[in-house]
């Protein structure tokens, strides 16, 4: 991101009442304050914040009495791109699962980083949804899991999600939230059996879960943003 537009959006975050961060966010919409929910959105591997900016200007139209929040993921990936896990290589699938613990801490941070702020502008835990596509749907689970029985947010946003080594059991142990699960069955990138998984847990969790499974690939469809949108509007 080029630096002088990154601290312009620290400035209009100022000016508009949002308690400026140490994570620098894309806003779509009115301020927190003024609207009292919102939506953190992370984007996927590679990618960077402005390119989920035409889905949240899309659900903006659907509902527009959220704020949505792009947030961008602390690694970097390619010549422009970001990541929220960096290529790792190590010896053993338990040393590269000691990295993985390592970066996905780092991930919470940025997120967590976002939620203190909201929470400041006086953003209650229930109105905040945390979502993402791709990895950052898994980064958004991840956040969750460990958000502990009292703080968890009031919704997950999971848009083609991995969840091959999670440990799901935690959910069984948080307060009840709502959550939106998306994925196409011809899914090249992740399986669709990931989202199976996930959804399977949070049932059995006792939470509320929306899902749609689309014929499609790693994508986010029409009939996928009509359908969050309906979602939101329970909310």
Do not use: C
Not at 127 to 136: E, H, L, N, R, T
Not at 172 to 186: E, M, V, Y
């Amino acid at each position: 991101m080029n630096k002088w537009f990154g601290l312009l959006i620290v400035v209009v975050f100022a000016v508009a009442g949002f308690m400026a961060s140490r994570v620098s966010v894309v806003q779509i919409g009115k301020s927190p304050r003024a609207t009292g929910r919102a939506i953190i959105l992370l984007h996927g591997h590679g990618a960077t914040p402005e390119d989920l900016e035409w889905l949240a200007r899309a659900l903006q139209q659907l509902d527009s009495r959220w704020t949505i929040l792009l947030a961008p993921a602390p690694y970097r990936a390619g010549m422009s791109g970001r990541s929220w896990y960096p290529s790792t290589s190590a010896p053993s699938k338990a040393e590269y699962l000691k990295i993985l613990d390592e970066q996905r801490a780092v991930d919470r941070a940025v997120v967590d980083d976002v939620v203190k702020n909201l929470l400041k502008s006086g953003v209650s835990s229930s109105q905040i949804f945390i979502g993402g596509f791709s990895q950052g749907a898994s980064v958004a689970l991840d956040y969750i899991l460990h958000s502990g029985p009292e703080n968890v947010p009031g919704g997950l946003i999971s848009l083609s999600g991995g969840a091959q080594d999670f440990d799901l059991e935690p959910l069984k142990n948080i307060k009840p939230f709502k959550a939106f699960l998306s994925h196409g069955l011809k899914d090249s990138v992740i399986g669709s059996s990931n989202t199976r998984k996930v959804e399977k847990a949070l049932s059995l969790a006792k939470h509320k879960v929306f899902s749609v499974y689309f014929q499609g690939n790693h994508e986010i469809p029409r009939e996928v943003i009509s359908k969050l949108g309906e979602f939101l509007k329970q909310n």
